[in-house]
């Protein structure tokens, strides 16, 4: 067989229907499962869409192919050309009796991994072998929806009026202190992986363009090893000129609901396979302060201090009292970046908002800072020296408009479409505190 005639198909599994009973098909796919009872031999054909039940009864099909069929081996590479036939029996109420039938390419035996989710397997077995673990029905139905949401993300801000941006990743200096970077080396210097596209974004607010989203990576060095921290994540980044806090946290609020009616429509078929129901938010989400999530915390018996950021437990004791995605607003300065403009009445507050899902942070946002001097002023009582944000702070001097923005984590906000557990569940090669292959 010549390697570079490739074989195609006229159809995918789940476009075959009983209707089409008598019909001429041909499929191209992988071995999900075969099962022999001598006198027929019935495999099932995986596809990127689904399973399609393969039937060889030998009083309809020949030996040597029901032979073929018999060896073609689990995962192995195939070509089914056949007809249609409507059965009751068969999964869909359709089977395909081979007329034709191809290995394309064998498998080897035995698999590192079953794909038919019979057998349970570790989550660092599975990652070993991520592409095999993708071919499951239930693993790949995560990565159409992150697709759909992703799709639906980007038509969002365009209809919006956005402009994308791409900004560096390779960067001199920490965007906000604090967060452990990624040093690398930069010819004869050290340089750092972005943590966020955060300083990028404003100064293109200097530049004028006035609405801007990035969709890119963010590394961050923390030693953390939870279930919602990865070491390199996707991050979506907006910043929007002539807007407060209050506008950027309706476009969150849009943008949220916006794709969870995109993927009721177009990802009906995976939401089902992860039984999952989208229920579509109200708007405006409810705000709750910093104030009063220490109230809610302490309530339930775990202690968050004044000026603390919410630790595990106090997200966890909230997320019992939340039920949905919510914002948390009125945050102290002092835990947040020194970019975030304070509020002028009550500086020791400031314009910064986290929207949560449950007990799940997704994006942390605010209105920015736009005077130079005050910028300088927080710079320093951070601690951090405005000399390595020169030309950051330079933008800030001839024309800078009121400006607000936020990052949503992909993965994060993938969590909280799919309900998964893990944050390494949606995202195709992890990077955690242990794992960097494949
Ligand atoms: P957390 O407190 O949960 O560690 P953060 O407040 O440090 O998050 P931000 O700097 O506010 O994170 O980043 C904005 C968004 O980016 C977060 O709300 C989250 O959705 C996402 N994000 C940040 N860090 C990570 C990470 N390590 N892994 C996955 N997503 C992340
Ligand atoms: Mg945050």
């Given at each position: 067989m010549?390697?570079?005639?490739v074989k195609k198909r006229t159809h995918y599994s789940d476009e075959i229907t009983p209707d089409m009973d008598g019909k001429k098909v041909s499929l191209v796919g992988w071995v999900h499962e075969i099962r022999d009872l001598g006198g027929i031999v019935f495999l099932l054909l995986r596809d990127r869409e689904g399973i399609i039940q393969v039937t060889a009864p030998s009083k309809k099909v020949d030996k040597e192919l029901m032979d073929k069929m018999r060896k073609s081996g689990k995962e192995s590479v195939i070509f089914v050309e056949g007809t249609v036939k409507e059965s009751s029996k068969a999964p869909n109420n359709v089977e395909i009796i081979p007329t034709n039938f191809e290995i394309i390419n064998k498998s080897k035996q035995p698999l590192?991994?079953d794909t038919t989710g019979k057998v ?12 095999l673990?993708?071919r499951k029905l239930n693993?790949n139905a ?127 078929k995976?939401?089902k396979i ?165």
């Open positions: 010549s390697m570079i005639n590192p991994l349970k397997a570790e989550l660092d077995t599975r990652l070993d072998a991520r592409f673990d993708l693993v995560i990565f159409k929806i992150r697709n759909k949401m992703l799709n639906s993300v980007r038509k969002f801000f365009e209809e919006n009026g956005f402009i994308e941006i791409n900004t560096p990743k390779l960067v001199a200096s920490a965007t906000e202190g604090g967060t452990a970077l990624f040093p690398v080396t930069y010819f004869e210097r050290e340089a750092f992986l972005g943590q966020s596209p955060q300083l990028y974004k404003q100064m293109m607010m200097a530049a004028g363009f006035e609405k801007v989203y990035e969709i890119g990576p963010i590394f961050r060095a923390e030693e953390h090893d939870t279930l919602r921290h990865l070491n390199e994540a996707i991050s979506i980044d907006i910043e929007v000129s002539f807007a407060n806090h209050e506008d950027v946290m309706k476009i969150l609020e849009n943008l949220i609901v916006r794709v969870i009616e995109d993927l009721n429509k177009s990802c009906k995976e939401l992860l039984n999952k129901k989208l229920e579509v938010p109200e708007t405006p989400f409810e705000r709750i302060t910093y104030d009063e999530v220490i109230e809610i915390v302490n309530s339930k018996g775990v202690v968050l201090e004044y000026g603390e950021d919410l630790s595990r437990a106090a997200e966890k004791a909230l997320g019992e009292e939340m039920d949905n995605y919510y914002f948390i607003i009125d945050w102290p300065t002092s835990i947040k970046p020194f970019y975030v403009m304070p509020n002028e009445k009550n500086p020791e507050k400031c314009y910064a908002f986290d929207l949560m899902y449950k007990d799940l942070e997704i994006s942390s946002g605010a209105m920015r800072i736009h005077d130079h001097d005050l910028l300088v002023k927080r710079i320093k009582e951070q601690d951090l020296n405005p000399e390595s944000f020169k030309y950051y702070l330079d933008a800030f001097k001839y024309g800078m408009p009121p400006h607000a923005g936020w990052g949503l984590g992909a993965e994060r906000f993938m969590m909280a479409l799919t309900g998964v557990k893990n944050i390494r569940e949606t995202i195709l090669f992890p990077r955690d505190r242990r794992r960097l292959t494949p």
